[in-house]
């Protein structure tokens, strides 16, 4: 019996802290890299007794037989993930799953990411400069130890603008507050990504409603099998049930009920702090 | 001779675990029989020269053959005849629903209680295992042809057995991080024991299966993929499983799960032991379970085992109508579950917090038979009520799942989603690809997909021989 039946062995390959909790990880999965697109994520699971995790896809080697993954760690599976070595190996990679990206032509995209989403913008933002577009990136997160993927990001945007909701980089407010300037004062947006926590996409969205401008966000919800079966992840969309793992994980903003989706993100938080009691105790044993 | 033997109408009771016991744990229910008991209940066998019993088998064991060599008391003998054409009794004898098949045209039935057929079953083959007596049977010569299975629930299983016994080389590939499907995310451990679902697992990966895990086909390879690096054939046995829910108001609030989420996070994430493991489950005080099927017996059964002080399972038309097994709906009663039946919901009522704090239902009444030739229930007007429950499972079947359909050039599907394949050879629209179980049927039993899978094995097999090697 093959654990890992697409591959051998997902091996972390390079690991490296991108912020105090934010890791970037390099993962031997060669079946994925080669087949993964822009928009798509992974399931791991950590070891026997792990969850079910959905990440998405940051980037991939196919040559090398790379996934790229970047993860915050906010919950104890996370946490106990950044605290693997370069050479340990993740129980079980499953994917890609979800639906790609829809890459185009559109013209202009402004592609908005906060906190770790500027990992999953980066891809999209790549594709969608790949495809022609004139690309517009808006990253973003609470302060500047925390935003990511700068770099990657400016060089894959025509323009980029960095926010910090303390100030302590670029424009000292929300991507919000960016976005609403490039809109207002720019020509014409075709189309706006965004990624990032709930709440920040929410606010995009109510944003580019004002000015007709359709909008594509990335969901975040909780999920079990990732593969249509189970129902966990599911969110509405223009009043209809959908499935983030198959039917997703993009959406078109302006028809998701965002607070529906936040009121499910934070159904097992009591258990995911208990979770994170019992991790802290282990660690202090030790 | 047999048929002048005096008949016991009588048959054997199982020895089952105390109701208040087993409320609260996740043993095994029924402990199957003793030695004493099998040969028993195995003499009441009349062994009819036209047993009627192996016409109503999806996969025609020869039932009288196998009772015949419990009454000689050679048991593992019985469990080899099973497995001529079953390989995998010691689920099926568990799982079935004999009373709607063999045991239903067991000739002892018209004037009293048929032999216990899934039983008997059950015993010769845990009496093999228990005496480490079952043997790998021989494989035919290799062909050299190569057949990759979409799935390792009982369809993909089956076939895959029984195309490696044939000789040909196969491949299972699961999307889940274990095998058995619905034998092991589904049925409850209190239902089917994991250890059996390993060993029967364990006996397919003994005759040369190879098994690849965490591979969902569709997403990781297509099927086209597959056809085009060297598989011959390919046979789709990747179930139901897109969950359906009730389409009214208030369904998406937290407490409400699907049948499968709840189930799934209880057999195959283990969430029953979290924080041991990882995966959390809600748990209410007060549960409804929406529908009458058997995963609605199992998602009760569970929800109670978890610690809920009332379970109540709503279900819209009357007990007779109920698909569940009798047997699971009797063990439920016994167990405590409260049934509120003739009752549909109307709406999920939330909290402030977005959590359910109760369901508004309206009692109904039967009417006119509809297309199923069950009396169509029809909401009693001014009977709408609330029920105080947390928590709300629907287990009100499940739909095609789209991932392989929608990647495979060329597969016919109905207007259902589910993949259109001949019942009697799963040949389906595209050359070289086959299909069988609830991918092709809708969700349906254990059996009538291991039955679909031992069809679709021998179709498999002919192509494979008329196929000229490449």
């Not at chain 1, 990411?113 to 990136?137: F, L």
């Not at chain 2, 098949?101 to 067991?106: D, G, M």
């Not at chain 2, 009417?367 to 009977?383: A, N, Q």
């Amino acid at each position: 019996m093959e654990r890992n039946g697409h591959g051998p062995l997902n091996e972390i390959v390079l690991m490296r802290s991108l912020s105090p909790e934010i890791k970037l990880y390099k993962v031997k999965s060669p079946l994925i890299a080669k087949k993964r697109k822009a928009g798509q994520f992974v399931v791991v699971r950590l070891d026997e007794r792990g969850e079910r995790i959905p990440l998405t896809i940051a980037d991939s080697d196919p040559q090398g037989g790379t996934i790229t993954l970047v993860v915050q760690e906010v919950g104890a599976t996370t946490k106990r993930m950044g605290m693997l070595r370069e050479g340990d190996k993740l129980w079980d990679v499953v994917g890609p799953l979800g639906k790609p990206t829809e890459i185009e032509n559109f013209g202009r995209v402004v592609c908005v990411g906060g906190g770790v989403g500027n990992a999953v913008v980066y891809p999209i933002a790549q594709a969608m400069k790949a495809a022609g577009n004139r690309v517009i990136s808006i990253i973003g997160a609470r302060t500047k130890d925390l935003l990511v993927l700068e770099e990657e990001n400016r060089a894959v945007s025509d323009e980029l603008f960095v926010t910090t909701d303390d100030g302590s980089y670029g424009r000292h407010g929300f991507v919000t507050d960016e976005l609403a300037k490039v809109l207002q004062d720019g020509p014409r947006v075709d189309l706006v990504v965004a990624i990032g926590p709930a709440i920040m996409m929410k606010a995009v969205c109510d944003l580019t409603k004002n000015y007709h401008i359709p909008t594509v966000v990335s969901l975040n919800s909780i999920m079990v099998d990732a593969t249509g079966m189970c129902g966990a992840c599911r969110v509405e969309v223009g009043g209809k049930t959908k499935f983030v793992c198959v039917d997703g994980p993009e959406f078109d903003g302006h028809q998701v009920d965002f607070d529906l989706l936040m009121a499910r993100l934070r159904m097992y938080l009591p258990e995911e702090q208990q979770a994170m009691e019992v991790l802290e105790q282990k660690a202090e044993a030790r | 001779m047999a048929e002048k033997k005096k008949l016991n109408l009588k048959r054997e009771p199982i020895p089952r675990q105390d109701p208040h016991l087993r409320a609260h744990n996740f043993d095994e229910v029924a402990l199957g029989y003793s030695v004493d008991q099998a040969k028993r209940e195995a003499d009441r066998c009349l062994g009819c020269k036209k047993p009627r019993c192996v016409a109503g088998c999806p996969v025609e064991v020869d039932i009288p053959g196998f009772i015949g060599r419990i009454q000689e008391g050679d048991f593992i003998g019985g469990a080899r005849v099973i497995k001529e054409t079953n390989s995998l009794p010691a689920i099926c004898g568990r799982v079935c629903p004999q009373e709607d098949q063999c045991e239903k045209l067991c000739i002892l039935a018209k004037k009293g209680a048929a032999v216990a057929i899934g039983r008997l079953e059950r015993f010769v083959a845990d009496y093999e295992a228990q005496h480490q007596a079952v043997e790998i049977p021989p494989r035919a010569p290799s062909t050299g042809k190569k057949v990759a299975v979409v799935g390792a629930g009982p369809a993909g299983l089956t076939v895959a057995g029984d195309l490696a016994k044939l000789g040909h080389g196969v491949t299972i590939f699961e999307a889940l991080h274990e095998p058995g499907g619905v034998l092991i995310y589904g049925i409850p451990e209190f239902r089917l024991p994991k250890v059996i679902v390993k060993r029967e697992v364990d006996y397919i990966t003994s005759l040369g299966v190879e098994l690849k895990l965490s591979f969902v086909v569709g997403q990781t390879q297509t099927v086209d993929e597959f056809l085009n690096s060297g598989y011959d054939a390919v046979f789709l046995g990747n179930g139901a499983g897109l969950p359906y829910f009730m389409n009214i108001p208030g369904e998406n609030y937290n407490g409400v799960y699907s049948a499968n989420e709840f189930l799934t996070r209880s057999n195959l994430m283990k969430a029953f032991q979290f924080p041991e493991y990882d995966t959390p489950i809600k748990m209410g005080r007060r549960v409804a379970v929406v529908g009458g099927g058997n995963v609605a017996m199992d998602s009760l059964r569970t929800a109670l085992r978890l610690g809920a002080e009332k379970v109540t399972c709503v279900y819209r038309r009357s007990r007779a109508e109920m698909p569940a097994r009798e047997e699971e709906i009797e063990n439920a009663e016994e167990e405590g579950i409260e049934f509120k039946l003739l009752t549909n919901p109307i709406s999920i009522q939330g909290n402030e917090q977005g959590w359910v704090k109760g369901m508004e239902c309206v009692r109904m009444e039967l009417g006119s038979p509809d297309e199923s030739g069950r009396r169509r229930p029809v909401p009693i007007k001014g009977s709408e009520f609330v029920m105080d429950v947390d928590q709300v499972i629907v287990a009100i079947g499940q739909g095609a799942n789209p991932l392989v359909a929608a990647t495979t050039s060329g597969l016919e599907t109905n207007k259902w989603g589910y993949i259109v394949a001949d019942p009697l050879t799963g040949v389906t629209s595209k050359e070289g690809v086959y299909a069988g179980g609830d991918i092709v049927t809708g969700a349906a039993t254990v059996i009538l997909a291991m039955g679909a899978g031992r069809n679709t094995a021998r179709a498999i097999d002919v192509y494979l021989r008329g196929k000229r090697s490449a």
